[in-house]
């Protein structure tokens, strides 16, 4: 089997994530493999969720499609690396679209956010939370 062959039948095999807004006008498949499943309580999450922690999963921007009838979502670029994805129509948030090619997507715009692999598995600025705010990770 040549090597295209190889990545096609892997990319068939592969896990297909599906999510999408409040309002079903922007929605996408995430294939593959989640990366970098965690919670992050820096202030800059805070205020592009509304919550006092996110929890995020992380994957290659070639493997995210935009598939609803709103296309991609609109973008806002709060830092010089990374802009914050959210849907023009209901301002659902989606996470961050990075300028490394990582499309970073909150949990809860997923179909099945309660998937096991998708379970956070660190948590950043751990300091930017209250500390009555306790956030519970699984063990690398």
């Not at 805070?46 to 296309?71: D, N, Y």
Request: net charge positive; glycine share 12%.
């Amino acid at each position: 089997m040549s090597k295209a062959g190889v990545n096609k039948a892997s990319a068939a095999k592969a896990k297909v994530y599906s999510g999408g807004c409040l309002c079903g006008a922007v929605r996408f498949e995430a294939i593959g493999l989640a990366g970098k499943p965690h919670t992050c309580s820096c202030r800059m999450c805070q205020r592009h969720t509304g919550a006092l922690t996110a929890a995020w999963v992380e994957f290659p921007s070639e493997r995210v499609t935009w598939t609803g009838p709103g296309g991609a979502p609109a973008v806002y670029r709060p830092s010089d690396y990374s802009s914050r994805a959210f849907c023009p129509a209901c301002g659902s948030s989606f996470g961050a679209v990075d300028d490394a090619p990582v499309v970073a997507l909150l949990l809860g715009v997923f179909d099945k956010p309660g998937a096991t692999e998708l379970m956070p598995t660190g948590h950043s600025f751990k300091g930017g939370r209250p500390k009555w705010w306790h956030v519970e990770a699984k063990a690398d």
